[in-house]
């Protein structure tokens, strides 16, 4: 059922962007006169290489409008340093809030891309200082970069992985405040992979029950899903991608996973009513 599209991501008559947002976001392009539910995260969000993300999905079950606010790679900096997106974010009846991994943020430690928070821009003194062999102009990416630093020395990376938990915990707590709203949480646990396939762990990357635990008394829900990607689950098949763009699409959470989410997101907001 896949068939070839142009670019990396979907056709660009389904990307848009809101006011002086700077973010790219899953189109068409939303009116927001009306009330609406405002769904924001990542790229499963924005639900890469399938037709009806589960912010559509929600739309057909509450009868009203969702917005998807779901921009690809991006993370807590490129929404909380979007004051477009936060204003939108606060004027929402209800906000969905995907949780990020710990690892596409600026921190102490090394600075992200702005908006493209998975690019890695440049170390700081300290980690200079903490991996002195490294030459870090080698890496664009954080998970590169991160796999390379555990790999490198187990012991000194337990430093790297604190210093990130620490700061997506003020970060998130942030968020939350930001919004000032009826929050819900959407915490899409990946399986933890077999030994050695994946040493940073399970997406999202380097996050806790204790992390996640010390924000459910600021928000309204906490929906915890299990999740597989398409290519674990038997769902690439149903999926949109052209031939060069299989192995991102195994990556990816299929269609059927986006009906659960759904499902699950509209009881947890008939529950608040």
Known sequence: MSYEMQGAYAPDHLTCRYGDS???FRGPKRSLGAPYVACIGGTE???????????????????????????????????????????????????????????????RLYRV?????????????????????????????????????LEISPSRFEIVREELRQAWRARMQSLVEAIDGQVLLLWL???????????LGAEPLMVTSDMVDS?????????ELPVKMAGESDELGDMIFGTMQEPAAEH??????????????????RDLD
């Open 22 to 24: 700077k973010l790219h």
């Open 215 to 223: 924000l459910r008394g600021a928000v309204a829900s906490v929906i």
């Open 113 to 149: 891309h702005p908006r493209r928070n998975d690019r890695f821009l440049e170390a700081s003194k300290l980690l200079k200082a903490l991996y002195d062999e490294v030459d870090f102009t080698e890496f664009h990416f954080n998970k590169h970069l991160l796999g390379r630093l």
């Open 45 to 107: 969000t924005y639900g890469r290489f399938v037709s009806d993300p589960f912010p559509a999905l929600l739309e057909r079950r509450l009868g009203g409008a969702c917005v998807n606010f779901g921009s690809v790679n991006s993370g807590l900096d490129s929404i909380l340093n979007d004051p477009e997106l936060m204003r939108l974010a606060r004027e929402a009846e209800a906000c969905i809030v995907q949780l990020p991994g710990a690892q596409n943020l600026s921190n």
């Open 189 to 199: 646990r990946y399986a933890q992979p077999e030994d050695g396939e994946a040493p």
């Open 252 to 269: 990816m959470i299929g269609p059927a996973t986006h009906q659960i989410i759904a499902d699950h997101v509209h009881r947890a907001l």
